[in-house]
């Protein structure tokens, strides 16, 4: 204590004489401001000083002890958690300037590793060398700001906490920093006496972050403080941030503002606020039940606000689920006890939520919407689902898509089967049995000649391929690969499509269109034995492109192939109404394809006839047709 005593007389007469000597300044904006700091600990009075300066609303740092911190983990954390600054005070409190430069680190480093477990890694500490024994040399070796003290009530030697609050209350000035113990008992008891009454004088406690960054200040490594006298500015407190939430889908959006400069940090699960917690960037959704802490900060230690909490505990009801069979209208919901609203428009009905109970019976031509909440539940996400004109369900496929039309006249006229519940997977690519059984569908069911069994060793006999690709491989239009198989569930890129596609007009019209140049920017991406294909399905207004390219490589999706059926259909009866035209027809746009309205369903076994689930990966070889 010895250098202590001699640098706290130094300090003293410094500051008695600047006070002579100095011109009057200005009043701090925001009032009179003082850090109040403790040093030696934690110790066995430290909870006791915590719960008298939480009952206060006082902030304070805290210089800790390597060895001590080491001895009481959670007090450490409780100071941390409770928007206390924690410090280096070394961890041995031995004079840095006797110490090799290994030493020297040793003392930070090891004090820092104690702190960072209630503060968590990554957290940058001030230090205060013991004794305030430090030159330049040792204050680089430390690299962290030096925090000094102008207020030294010596508590350490008066044990007595009436003279340990006058000797505070007496010498405190704006921006003083004070110099006190939370080893020492009466330290405890004089330092909230003296904080009393500084507070009923007009000054407000903060850390020694806030001191400085309050009035403008920045604190530099290896640089020494000692105080912060008012300089006319105070960029005022650290503000809680404002935790709002909204349901959406069944699921919690969560919004939370801060004061301009400042960061948020939060977590979900109620635990406490750390440096390894969230950094907020952005609205984000969340799943109650949950627990929302948030902070603001402009230094998580020692320069945050208070925690805001947040707690909800409703669970989102389930997303209902729609199927319309045989004119039936079922929703249900996984969660007991959920109330199931739904609105349905078209034909005979007008929009309007509607409680459900029971099955009903629902006319062709109605979109259906449903979604479900209650007392006990937040509202889960909308689903939508159609039941069309022609008669079929759909869940993924909806009256505002483009391929709406197109899929709706396959999926009824029976070309395409969907994956099952109404699921139809309208982006889903189209793999090569898919297309020969589309096809097969569209021509009729024709009858074969070739047995379906052992033409490939990968197609199997039972199925929904089996006889279609015999059917196209007959026809001429389809071909295997030289090792002898079909690879039915590769997907079919546009240029095949198109050249299988081009074949089949071949066998319905006994020969097609002269065909045209073709335009697209990448038509010299475009196979040499496709090229025809694509630019006679281009002639006859069956495909074009998307900003002026084809895609040739590019996967064929289900709503393409429909919309391309379609087309045939139209091609071939206008034809047959009219034999001696044979040009081109006009053509609709091809929108750009666009992604289901609705999350596809995870891959499911398909229905009886249907074409399957959809094989994600790209075509490895070339060939005429589909080989």
Same mark, same amino acid.
């Given at each position: 204590m010895?250098?202590?005593?001699v640098?706290?007389?130094v300090?003293?007469l410094?500051l008695?004489v600047?006070?002579?000597?100095?011109?009057? *300044?200005a009043?701090?904006?925001?009032?009179?401001?003082?850090?109040?700091t403790?040093?030696?600990?934690?110790?066995?009075y430290?909870?006791?000083?915590?719960?008298?300066?939480k009952a206060?609303?006082?902030k304070?740092?805290?210089f &800790?002890?390597?060895? !001590?911190a080491?001895?009481?983990?959670?007090?450490?954390?409780?100071?941390?958690?409770?928007?206390h600054q924690?410090?280096n $005070?070394?961890?041995?409190?031995?004079?840095?300037?006797?110490?090799?430069?290994?030493g020297?680190?040793?003392? /930070?480093?090891?004090?820092?590793?104690?702190l960072?477990?209630?503060?968590g890694?990554?957290?940058?500490y001030? @230090? !205060?060398p013991?004794?305030g024994?430090?030159? $330049?040399?040792t204050?680089?070796?430390?690299?962290a +700001?030096?925090?000094l003290?102008?207020?030294?009530?010596?508590?350490?030697l008066? !044990?007595n906490?009436?003279?340990?609050?006058?000797?505070?209350v007496?010498?405190?000035?704006?921006?003083?920093?004070?110099?006190?113990? =939370?080893i020492?008992?009466?330290?405890v008891?004089?330092?909230?006496?003296?904080?009393?009454?500084l507070?009923?004088?007009?000054?407000?406690? @903060?850390?020694v972050?806030?001191?400085? !960054?309050?009035?403008?200040?920045?604190l530099a490594?290896?640089?020494?403080?000692?105080?912060?006298?008012?300089?006319?500015?105070?960029?005022?407190?650290?503000?809680p941030? %404002?935790?709002?939430?909204?349901?959406?889908n069944?699921?919690l959006r969560?919004?939370?503002?801060?004061?301009?400069?400042?960061?948020?940090?939060?977590?979900l =699960?109620?635990?406490?606020?750390?440096q390894?917690?969230?950094?907020y960037?952005?609205?984000?959704l969340? =799943?109650?039940?949950?627990?929302?802490k948030?902070?603001?900060?402009?230094?998580?230690?020692?320069g945050?606000?208070e *925690?805001?909490?947040?707690?909800?505990?409703?669970?989102?009801?389930s997303?209902?689920?729609?199927? @319309?069979?045989?004119?039936?209208?079922?929703?249900?919901?996984?969660?007991p006890?959920?109330t199931?609203?739904f609105?349905?428009?078209?034909?005979?009905y007008?929009?309007?939520n509607?409680?459900y109970?029971?099955p009903?019976?629902?006319?062709?031509?109605?979109?259906?919407?449903?979604?479900?909440?209650g007392e006990?539940?937040?509202?889960?996400?909308?689903v939508?689902?159609?039941?069309?004109?022609?008669?079929?369900?759909f869940?993924?496929?909806?009256?505002?898509?483009?391929?709406?039309?197109? &899929?709706?006249?396959a999926a009824?006229?029976?070309?395409?089967?969907?994956?099952?519940?109404?699921?139809?997977?309208?982006?889903?690519? #189209?793999t090569?049995?898919?297309?020969?059984?589309f096809?097969?569908?569209?021509?009729?069911?024709?009858? /074969?000649?070739?047995?379906?069994?052992g033409?490939?060793?990968?197609?199997?006999?039972?199925?929904?391929?089996?006889?279609?690709?015999?059917?196209?491989?007959?026809?001429?239009?389809?071909?295997?690969y030289g090792?002898?198989s079909?690879q039915?569930?590769?997907? #079919?890129?546009?240029q095949?499509?198109?050249? @299988?596609?081009?074949?089949?007009?071949?066998?319905? &019209?006994?020969?097609?269109p002269?065909?045209? +140049?073709?335009?697209y920017?990448?038509?010299d991406?475009i196979?040499?034995?496709?090229?025809?294909?694509?630019?006679?399905?281009t002639a006859?207004?069956?495909?074009?492109?998307?900003?002026?390219?084809?895609?040739?490589?590019?996967t064929?999706t289900?709503?393409?192939a429909a919309?391309?059926?379609?087309r045939v259909?139209e091609?071939? %009866?206008?034809l047959d109404? =009219?034999?001696?035209?044979?040009?081109?027809?006009?053509?609709?746009?091809?929108?750009?394809?666009e992604?289901?309205?609705?999350?596809?369903?995870?891959?499911?076994?398909?229905e009886s006839?249907?074409?399957?689930?959809v094989a994600?990966?790209a075509?490895?070889?070339?060939?005429?047709?589909?080989?």
């Amino acid at each position: 204590m010895r250098a202590k005593r001699v640098l706290s007389f130094v300090l003293a007469l410094v500051l008695l004489v600047s006070a002579a000597f100095a011109a009057p *300044t200005a009043q701090a904006v925001g009032g009179k401001l003082i850090a109040i700091t403790y040093d030696d600990g934690p110790g066995p009075y430290t909870q006791r000083l915590l719960d008298g300066l939480k009952a206060r609303g006082v902030k304070a740092t805290f210089f &800790m002890l390597g060895q !001590r911190a080491q001895n009481y983990p959670s007090t450490v954390a409780r100071v941390y958690q409770e928007g206390h600054q924690v410090a280096n $005070h070394s961890y041995s409190h031995p004079e840095l300037t006797s110490l090799s430069d290994s030493g020297v680190k040793n003392e /930070i480093q090891t004090t820092n590793s104690f702190l960072d477990k209630g503060c968590g890694k990554g957290t940058s500490y001030l @230090v !205060r060398p013991p004794y305030g024994s430090m030159n $330049h040399y040792t204050a680089q070796l430390v690299g962290a +700001p030096l925090i000094l003290w102008s207020v030294d009530p010596q508590d350490w030697l008066y !044990r007595n906490a009436e003279t340990v609050k006058n000797r505070i209350v007496s010498a405190s000035f704006d921006g003083a920093i004070v110099l006190v113990h =939370d080893i020492h008992s009466t330290t405890v008891d004089g330092s909230l006496a003296a904080i009393d009454r500084l507070k009923a004088q007009g000054y407000e406690f @903060v850390t020694v972050n806030e001191l400085f !960054r309050r009035r403008g200040r920045s604190l530099a490594n290896g640089g020494s403080y000692s105080a912060s006298r008012p300089n006319g500015t105070d960029l005022g407190p650290v503000k809680p941030p %404002e935790v709002s939430v909204t349901p959406e889908n069944g699921r919690l959006r969560v919004s939370i503002t801060a004061q301009q400069g400042a960061s948020i940090y939060y977590t979900l =699960d109620g635990s406490d606020i750390t440096q390894t917690a969230a950094r907020y960037t952005g609205s984000f959704l969340a =799943d109650a039940p949950c627990k929302i802490k948030a902070v603001s900060a402009y230094n998580l230690n020692g320069g945050r606000s208070e *925690t805001v909490e947040k707690i909800f505990t409703k669970p989102a009801a389930s997303t209902p689920a729609i199927l @319309v069979e045989e004119g039936l209208l079922t929703i249900t919901c996984e969660s007991p006890g959920a109330t199931v609203y739904f609105s349905y428009t078209g034909a005979s009905y007008s929009g309007g939520n509607q409680i459900y109970t029971q099955p009903i019976p629902i006319e062709p031509g109605t979109e259906i919407a449903a979604y479900a909440g209650g007392e006990n539940y937040l509202n889960s996400g909308r689903v939508q689902a159609m039941y069309s004109a022609r008669g079929t369900f759909f869940q993924d496929v909806l009256p505002k898509s483009w391929y709406y039309e197109p &899929m709706d006249w396959a999926a009824a006229s029976g070309y395409m089967n969907g994956v099952g519940q109404g699921w139809f997977q309208p982006g889903g690519q #189209v793999t090569r049995g898919q297309l020969a059984a589309f096809l097969y569908r569209h021509a009729g069911l024709p009858a /074969i000649e070739t047995d379906p069994v052992g033409l490939f060793p990968d197609v199997a006999p039972d199925r929904f391929y089996t006889t279609p690709v015999a059917w196209a491989w007959e026809q001429g239009f389809v071909q295997g690969y030289g090792d002898g198989s079909f690879q039915p569930d590769r997907p #079919v890129t546009r240029q095949e499509m198109c050249a @299988v596609v081009f074949g089949y007009l071949r066998s319905l &019209m006994g020969g097609v269109p002269q065909t045209q +140049p073709l335009d697209y920017t990448d038509r010299d991406q475009i196979a040499p034995w496709a090229y025809d294909a694509v630019a006679s399905l281009t002639a006859l207004g069956l495909v074009n492109g998307t900003d002026g390219a084809f895609n040739p490589s590019g996967t064929t999706t289900r709503a393409q192939a429909a919309i391309v059926l379609m087309r045939v259909t139209e091609l071939v %009866e206008s034809l047959d109404e =009219d034999p001696g035209d044979n040009g081109p027809l006009p053509s609709p746009d091809e929108p750009k394809p666009e992604e289901p309205s609705q999350p596809e369903p995870p891959d499911t076994p398909s229905e009886s006839g249907g074409e399957g689930t959809v094989a994600l990966q790209a075509p490895k070889a070339k060939g005429q047709g589909l080989g």
